[in-house]
């Protein structure tokens, strides 16, 4: 006589293994951007102000610049720039060292 399990019996002895599903999906992180921020001082004219923004900020107009000055004056700062860290980094010293008066870097 030939016995034969149940398949119930052999299925549970066999239960399959079920793994998490993986998500292949690659999610890209992006770099923080970075605020240039001038602020207000009592030696700085505007005219300086102004002319350093036109000078070390790329594509800024003359119209934008006296803008951003006249907001540094009128509220003790103004965002002058906001993009990726080293350019940021860039803009920042150049501007420090013509003698604006410049907030510590901050990201966005």
């Avoid at 549970?12 to 890209?28: K, L």
């Amino acid at each position: 006589m030939v016995t034969t399990l149940s398949a119930n019996v052999y299925g549970m002895a066999t239960a399959p293994t079920v793994a998490p599903e993986r998500s292949n999906q690659v999610v890209p992180k992006t770099y923080p951007n970075y605020k240039v921020i001038v602020l207000n001082d009592d030696f700085n004219t505007f005219q300086h102000v102004a002319e350093c923004l036109m000078k070390y900020i790329p594509g800024m107009s003359g119209d934008r610049a006296w803008d951003l000055t006249n907001q540094v004056h009128y509220e003790g700062q103004a965002i002058v720039w906001v993009g990726p860290q080293e350019p940021a980094e860039l803009y920042h010293q150049q501007l420090r060292r013509a003698g604006l008066t410049m907030a510590p870097l901050e990201a966005a």
